[in-house]
């Protein structure tokens, strides 16, 4: 998964965009030091034009240079007048995000590039909230950024006298008042957890076996190269944790990527469960068992299997853009029991408005032990109760920028007949969505984090779904 260098001559310092999740590029390419202490500066400057004296939290993964990458960023943000808490050892996105909340910090860095390549790393900045930045935040960073030069924030050496936090046990508090830990002690087997060498490792194996779950660990050390890829919970990344559920017969495998905000799942029986279909389990599960009359957010590309939840249970569903910075409003309001988006992000009431991968499995594990029924056999019973079946895709096409400059414009169209559907419904939220009379739909709507452009359809059967997807990509590239 080595990528070619993109030299230009002319390019001599690294752009800073903060796109759905922050800001990332190829290590020593896109991401470099210079890089890191201009973003940084940015962010201080952000931060005081709004706060006397603040307190940020600093963090990072496991990746190649984070611990590196992390004591410059800390030190820029000293030496421009902020207080500076770092973390004693690599902790979840997540994590940092409750000890923000927790400790009323005014916003926190964490070094990361999150499920990406292991040739990625990346900065997520997050204000006093909690979640990830909003556009209007990120844009004024950038702004300030680009105005800054690399003779302002000359290099340095890297300090390492920090006052240190440990945010681990305030956080696994927080999860104990929303995890049914009696429950899931009742579980009659045990689980198997992935952390793919990410900073997962020594978060979700270690609360579960607090509470007497019985549970394996697998690539809890460090590898930056993540065994040649990335840390990424999806069905090709998880074989070893297969094998692992197969062999110890566990009622399931549970995974979480490089920074365990995101989350995978694995069936007994081995069977991979895409995040859309988890979303919708756990937001039934809630309303089941927590007594709720709240609805649930979902982005513009996450399953419609959540909008038959809400209505089997009399609730409502708030549809956003891309980017889990939009669900904190909802979750603020107290609107909803769940906010999700299918690329394996999950968060729920009265928790942090950032993804927490960690939760996503204990949630997943508890349901499992309350319901004594496989991933398998609840979701089709759930696909009877709401009277049909939902099968959504996704695919990332890697187009050359002078075609995605020009699908830009396309994508601005009012189409009335999409490869011989008639169109029922254009949603311009994010992209361009397109409903058909069946109730299928087809998204396309480029990364803010890649260089891709994504595809998303969902139908009643895997076939329609795809076959809808290969007509977005001939429409794409024709």
Known sequence: MVREPRYNAFVSRQEIHFGTSGWRGIIAEDFTF??????????????????????????????FFSVEFARTAAGILRSHGCNVLYCQSATPTPTIAHAIIHNKFDGGINITASHNPFDYNGIKFSGPEGGPALPEVTKDIEKRAAALKDDENPPHEIEDDFEKIDPRAPYFAQLEKLIRFDVLKKAKGSFVCDALHGCGAGWLDRILADHGIAVAELR??????FDGGAPDPSEENLGQLKKAVLEKKALAGLATDGDADRFGILDRDGTFFQPNHILALVFDYLLETRGYKLGASRSVATTHLIDAVARLHKVQVYETPVGFKYVGPY???????LGGEESAGMTIRGHVPEKDGILACLLVAEMIAAREASVGDQLRDLFRRVGGEYW????N????????????KRLLGDPKEFAGRRVTKIDRTDGLQMAFDDGAWVLMRPSGT???VRIY??????AESQKIADDARKWITN
Request: hydrophobic share 45%; charged share 25%.
């Open 331 to 337: 979750l603020r309001a107290d609107e909803i029991a």
């Open 392 to 395: 959504p895709i996704r695919e």
């Open 220 to 225: 809890a050390n460090r590898d930056v190269l």
């Open 450 to 452: 890649e260089p891709v």
């Open 457 to 462: 359809s969902e139908s009643s059967t895997i």
């Open 397 to 408: 096409l890697h187009l050359a920028e002078d075609v995605r400059a020009r699908l830009a």
């Open 34 to 63: 210079a890089g890191v202490r201009r973003a940084s500066a940015a962010i201080a400057q952000h931060v005081l034009a709004h706060t006397k004296s603040p307190t940020l939290i600093v963090g990072y993964d496991t990746r």
